[in-house]
C-alpha cells in the first residue's frame, strides 16, 4: 500500500504563522502594558514580574515533553491543543482581578507556546521540502 503525504501550500504557512504569531501577541505584549496592567490589578511589581517570567519558564519546562508528545497525538492536534491553552490562558488574563488568575493564566500561556512551537516546525519540516522548507521556514 502506498503512502501519500501531505505537501505544504501558502495556507498552511499563514496558518503556521498566525499561530505562532497569536502566541507570541498575547504572550509577550504584556511586557509593553506592565504600568497599566499593575494599576489596573493593583499587584505589587515583584509579583508581576514574576507573572510575566512565567511564560517563558513554563514554554521552557514543558517544550521538549510537548514536542515529544507532539508525535505520538499529532503535530496538527497538539497544535490546536496550543491555540486552545492560550485561548484559555488569554481569557484568565482578561478575567484577572488581582496575582492569580493573572500567575496561572500566564503559566497556561507558557504551556501553549510548549504546545505550538515544536508542533509547528515539525509539521514544516513534515509537509515541505527541499526550498518550500526553506521558504516555509524564513516565514
Not at 515539525?122 to 516565514?139: H, I, M, N, P, W
Given at each position: ?5 501531505y505537501?505544504g501550500?501558502?495556507k ?10 497569536t502566541?507570541?501577541?498575547?504572550a ?7 504600568p497599566?496592567v499593575?494599576d489596573d ?7 508581576l514580574d ?9 514554554s521552557?519546562m514543558?517544550?521538549?515533553?510537548a514536542?515529544g ?5 499529532g503535530r496538527?492536534r497538539?497544535t490546536?491543543?496550543?491555540l ?9 488574563l ?7 488568575l493573572?500567575i496561572?493564566?500566564?503559566a497556561?500561556?507558557?504551556i ?5 512551537m515544536?508542533?509547528?516546525?515539525a509539521l ?8 518550500d522548507?526553506q ?5
Amino acid at each position: 500500500m502506498e503512502t501519500t503525504y501531505y505537501k505544504g501550500t501558502n495556507k498552511l504557512i499563514v496558518g503556521i504563522v498566525f499561530g505562532v504569531i497569536t502566541f507570541w501577541l498575547f504572550a509577550q505584549s504584556i511586557v509593553n502594558v506592565v504600568p497599566a496592567v499593575r494599576d489596573d490589578l493593583g499587584v505589587p511589581a515583584g509579583t508581576l514580574d514574576i507573572a510575566i517570567s512565567l511564560t517563558a519558564l513554563f514554554s521552557g519546562m514543558f517544550i521538549v515533553a510537548a514536542g515529544g508528545l507532539g508525535d505520538q497525538i499529532g503535530r496538527k492536534r497538539m497544535t490546536y491543543l496550543g491555540l486552545i491553552l492560550n485561548v484559555i490562558g488569554s481569557f484568565c488574563l482578561v478575567m484577572s482581578k488581582g496575582a492569580v488568575l493573572l500567575i496561572i493564566g500566564r503559566a497556561i500561556q507558557g504551556i501553549s507556546g510548549a504546545c505550538i512551537m515544536p508542533a509547528t516546525i515539525a509539521l514544516v519540516k513534515a509537509c515541505f521540502e527541499g526550498t518550500d522548507r526553506q521558504r516555509a521556514l524564513s516565514y
